[in-house]
């Protein structure tokens, strides 16, 4: 059951999509929480601990400008999953709390040369094949394939290229990665032993709760011209969509960190309204660790949704006997969720360098940006927000109000309005099952009561979430993307 707020939280309405909690509410609010979102989607974020999360990450030493939550925002661990903060790269700190327990949870778009017509007649086939091929649920494992610890640590500090080189990818993969799919500053030393174990044999898996691969039609066009850019060039265009992250190697990354950062606040005397959000200094060694070993994760997060490209495409392959590359299956980009990175950002007028946390937000950055890969340098980044699996997903681009607004960045998905347990008790996994053959979308799924804690009106309308980024301009709509077949985790 969701918890109502027990204070009422005082907003200032800005304009139609723009609230403001002024930093005099409370006692240490350092800056005004900034919420984004519709009238109707606030009132969901009163129904949790959003807002009052949204006040907690004002506390934070060194926090600059504002601390935001996205309209898909909803209560999480530390931040609300949809926050994004940035504070000073040295007299700021770093959160584990502000990129979450799944490190790099991120998205990816593979666009193909085929239309409907061309896959319906197997799609079946193919949806079954992706879900033998690709490992699915809570703790699933490849009995196929297991790093050895070397090469693990290749993994965790050459990412996404180093995986392309041992035969999972082509090498126009690793140019539509963000960060090329490798933060530089991963060290495995950094890592524990516990952690490096649980990421030897679930490289190439999807695990469990959202994460997904769904195989869609291109449903409508906003912007023939980026579209085109980006691969997309009709209506009716099959694509594919891999959403997952570190798994648990990622999770016992941050498990390990918030231990540490729990005794760092209390070895440099830092005030928190709330110890899930567990810091240190940014010039600390404690920040340094952590950064270290959380790149290691966003390395294998990376690498992860590779390996899974190669079995999608080795699935098409199977399935219709042809080489893959006749499909296309181009990766247009993989976008990270949950991150934070060391960026510069003009505030008050003044260039800074920061800690940029975003926990269920997509980086957004607008065209000429020199952190955008150069193909998409002139059109912005491309930005991928899925929905649930029985709405649209969307590919968007970065517009340039992002770095006015939020630091670069906009929504991550449709955002949950309902707890798995709350699901499960309204829903019943085969009668989501039924209703989504019923609008020709085929599911696999590792089990009946995923499906439950899935179901679409357990998530906030994605339609909504990216009509209000389009019309704040912090990232503007591409194309819709209609599921035909989803496996689930």
């Not at 390990?256 to 309204?273: F, N, T």
């Not at 906030?460 to 591409?478: F, H, L, M, Q």
């Amino acid at each position: 059951m969701m918890r109502p707020n027990i204070t009422r939280i005082p907003l200032e309405r800005v304009d139609d999509y723009t609230w403001r909690i002024p930093k005099s509410y409370r006692p240490g609010m350092r800056v005004p929480g900034i919420v984004l979102a519709d009238a109707d989607l606030l009132e969901k974020m009163k129904r949790d601990r959003t807002l009052r999360q949204l006040c907690n990450i004002t506390h934070l030493p060194g926090i600059y400008k504002h601390a935001i939550v996205l309209p898909d925002g909803h209560e999480g661990y530390g931040f609300p999953i949809g926050g994004v903060a940035a504070t000073d790269r040295e007299d700021g700190v770093i959160s584990p709390g502000g990129v979450g327990y799944d490190i790099n949870c991120g998205v990816r778009l593979l666009t193909t040369k085929q239309s409907e017509e061309d896959i319906r007649p197997k799609l079946s086939e193919l949806i079954s094949t992706i879900f033998k091929n690709v490992p699915c649920g809570l703790g699933s494992r490849r009995k196929d394939f297991r790093l050895s610890s070397h090469q693990l640590d290749r993994l965790m500090t050459e990412g996404v290229r180093w995986v392309v080189d041992q035969g999972f990818g082509w090498p126009d993969d690793v140019k539509h990665c963000e960060e090329g799919g490798c933060m530089e500053a991963a060290n495995p030393d950094k890592v524990s032993a516990r952690a490096k174990e649980r990421g030897l044999r679930q490289c190439g898996t999807l695990g469990s709760g959202n994460h997904f691969i769904e195989v869609q039609m291109v449903d409508k066009i906003w912007n023939p011209e980026v579209a085109k850019a980006f691969g997309v060039n009709h209506e009716g265009q099959i694509t594919v969509m891999i959403h997952c992250g570190s798994r648990g190697f990622g999770h016992q990354v941050c498990s390990d960190y918030l231990r540490i950062m729990e005794q760092a606040v209390r070895k440099y005397g830092i005030s928190l309204p709330d110890r899930q959000l567990a810091c240190a200094p940014g010039n600390s060694s404690e920040a340094d660790d952590y950064y270290q070993a959380m790149a290691c994760a966003v390395n294998y997060a990376f690498s992860n949704r590779q390996m899974i490209t190669h079995w999608v495409r080795r699935s098409f392959e199977q399935t219709f006997k042809r080489p893959a590359d006749e499909f296309g299956l181009d990766l247009v980009y993989d976008v990270a969720h949950n991150i934070a990175k060391i960026e510069e950002h003009k505030v008050n007028g003044q260039r800074k360098m920061v800690w940029l946390h975003r926990k269920g937000a997509t980086r957004a950055f607008p065209p000429g940006h020199k952190e955008v890969v150069a193909d998409y340098r002139l059109t912005g980044q491309p930005v991928i927000i899925p929905g649930s699996m029985g709405t649209h997903s969307w590919l968007l681009v970065g517009a340039s109000k992002s770095m006015e607004v939020s630091f670069g960045s906009t929504a991550h998905g449709a955002g949950r309005t309902m707890s798995r347990s709350a699901a499960k008790r309204k829903f019943w996994g085969e009668d989501v099952r039924e209703d989504l053959r019923e609008r020709s979308i085929i599911v696999r799924s590792a089990s009946k009561s995923l499906l439950a804690e899935e179901a679409d009106p357990a998530y906030k309308d994605v339609d909504r979430i990216v009509e209000i980024s389009d019309r704040i301009g912090i990232a503007t709509r591409v194309a819709r993307l209609a599921p035909m077949a989803v496996v689930k985790g």
